[in-house]
């Protein structure tokens, strides 16, 4: 026998491993800033429905005059996307941004890092999101639901499941 301690067999491995960074070292936006994202947005397009409201017949926040409920809501979420496209469409299509996510530094990529396209964003992203909420009963649970899902650890909210996109900072 040797005058050399035995090695312990069971013992784990003593290697120094360095942790491995997420798909291309894309560091997920927070909760807070998502959501402050999400509020810039939501004013700036009620500020602008206000204006159209002002200048036009059309008028969001007077809603009994043009038939049943079920129809304004509809109208009003067809008009709602056109302005979202008129407002938001440019910068998502060139930087995968809303005016909010730009302003506090974030971006919408698909989830293994690579440039969303603007047919996935404003489609499934966006327009699917919306007309869900649509569905009666359904659609609130579908919101709550949507809204609770960033608590994940992935922070992917069921509209970026549905997109497969994920909001990184930039």
């Not at 003593?14 to 800033?33: C, F, K, M, Q, Y």
């Not at 809501?73 to 440019?90: D, K, P, R, S």
């Amino acid at each position: 026998m040797s005058d050399a301690p035995e090695a312990n067999r069971f013992a784990p491995p003593t290697a120094h491993v360095e942790d491995v960074p997420s798909a291309g070292g894309l560091i997920l936006a927070g909760r807070g800033a998502r959501l402050g994202a999400a509020l810039i947005d939501g004013l700036l397009a009620g500020l602008v429905f206000w204006g159209i409201s002002l200048v036009t017949p059309f008028n969001v926040f007077q809603a009994a005059d043009r038939g049943g409920l079920m129809l304004v809501m509809i109208e009003n979420t067809l008009a709602a996307f056109v302005i979202f496209l008129v407002l938001q469409g440019y910068l998502l299509h060139t930087q995968g941004q809303t005016i909010g996510k730009k302003l506090l530094n974030m971006r919408i990529v698909r989830s293994d890092g690579s440039k969303a396209s603007l047919a996935r964003l404003a489609g499934l992203r966006y327009f699917v999101n919306s007309v869900l909420a649509l569905i009666p009963f359904v659609g609130w649970l579908y919101g709550l639901l949507d809204a609770l899902l960033i608590f994940r650890e992935s922070r992917k909210c069921l509209h970026d499941n549905l997109a497969d996109t994920i909001v990184i900072k930039t």
